[in-house]
């Protein structure tokens, strides 16, 4: 079907990873500056930069163990206990046959803007390959 030689599909496949690169970076910036510890009185106070969590850490023995603040360890236990009883409603609707609630299908409006996009990409798609099997095609200069 697509008969393109390993360079081209190299370059294909570089143009359609190359806009994705700088947000690869700052991804794995932000991951390195995620966290801040803090001296405190009793020990130290880390920052999640990205949740905004805060946690209280004490040192013993050359280890450092950190414990949530009251009020994060209350909003955990909320959503565990939240998980937990969404669970136990799946097991009980599995067990009984009855099949869970399915999302609601998109609208033809939905649809018809997915395939517009799909449309698009794919005909950019080809026209890139087709550009790659003309430079192909094209007889090689003579560098003697």
Not at 43 to 62: I, S
Not at 114 to 138: C, P, T, W, Y
């Amino acid at each position: 079907m697509c008969d393109l030689k390993p360079a081209g599909l190299l370059i294909a496949l570089a143009c359609l990873i190359a806009p994705a690169l700088p947000r690869i970076a700052a991804a794995q910036d932000g991951a390195n500056d995620r966290y801040t510890l803090e001296k405190s009185e009793s020990g130290f106070v880390r920052l999640d930069r990205q949740t905004g969590a805060v946690t209280l850490c004490t040192e013993a023995e050359g280890t450092l163990t950190c414990r949530m603040g009251a009020d994060e360890r209350a909003a955990y236990d909320a959503d565990l206990a939240r998980l937990e009883k969404r669970v136990e409603t799946l097991e009980r609707q599995l067990a009984s046959g009855r099949p869970a609630a399915a999302a609601p299908l998109p609208s033809d409006a939905e649809i018809d803007r997915s395939i517009g996009i799909m449309e698009r990409f794919m005909r950019a798609f080809f026209n890139l390959v087709q550009e790659f099997r003309d430079d192909e095609a094209k007889p090689t200069p003579d560098r003697t």
